[in-house]
């Protein structure tokens, strides 16, 4: 595989939203491939039905409160500080009321490749006996695409956030996506792990931070004593 080539298959693995995305298709255990365990993030693979590109399944845990990682997701302005290869997040509808939102991404490509872009919904659900949050997106056609950039035709992902004691949190990003164009699919499933790994690493660098930790959504319950994971 050329150079050009490589570089070119890893970005078309990005699932581009900060949401990563949900599936109806949850995939048993017995089909899913681990492809990844390093430095506290794990990554597995599995066939969607009816498509020649794998999903991924990505966990990691983090310290943070439910709150302080729901502002992560909606903090636009420093997506692309830690989602990887993201070049912009452009918010476009956002309902504080019932956590739902839609964004424009731009996917950052190398020369001679066009950018690509994504136009995502996405909502986000808290079960109220478990406390988990989970973000689902998908992307929408509700937006002319632009000049620079090949629209993705299909993405979607998913983020969920399970307390699981002692100020910790377990992350599950699940993807997939159609990036538009051609490439091989085998070369697009063997670098899958690239993105979840780079972008869950991000994640864990920024969430830290008192901008994301002093933050309050009405919607969003935090584990309490009694209140277990």
């Not at 912009?88 to 309902?95: K, Y």
């Not at 406390?131 to 629209?151: E, F, G, M, W, Y």
């Not at 100020?167 to 490439?183: K, L, R, S």
């Amino acid at each position: 595989m050329t150079e050009n080539m490589l570089l070119f298959a890893r970005l078309l693995v990005l699932v581009s939203l900060f949401s990563g995305a949900a599936f109806a298709y949850d995939p048993p255990a017995e089909d899913s491939r681990l492809v990844l365990d390093r430095q506290g993030v794990r990554i597995w693979s599995y066939q969607v039905p009816n498509s020649p590109l794998y999903g991924f399944k990505a966990v990691s845990t983090v310290k943070s409160s439910l709150s302080g990682l729901v502002a992560l997701i909606a903090d636009t302005e420093n997506a692309r500080k830690w989602i990887y290869r993201t070049k912009s997040v452009e918010p476009l509808e956002r309902n504080d009321a019932d956590l739902s939102f839609s964004v424009r991404v731009i996917t950052d490509f190398p020369w001679p490749f066009r950018d690509r872009e994504a136009v995502v919904s996405g909502h986000i659900v808290q079960d109220p006996q478990t406390l988990k949050v989970r973000i689902d997106s998908n992307s929408i056609n509700t937006q002319p695409p632009r000049a620079c950039c090949v629209r993705m035709p299909m993405v979607e992902g998913s983020w969920i956030f399970r307390p699981i004691g002692n100020g910790m949190v377990e992350i599950t990003m699940t993807g997939h996506a159609d990036p538009g164009g051609y490439i091989p699919a085998s070369a697009v499933n063997l670098l899958i792990q690239e993105y979840p790994y780079n972008t869950l690493k991000g994640l864990r660098k920024l969430i830290g931070d008192d901008r994301y930790q002093k933050s309050h959504f009405p919607n969003i319950h935090e584990p309490t004593a009694t209140h277990g994971p």
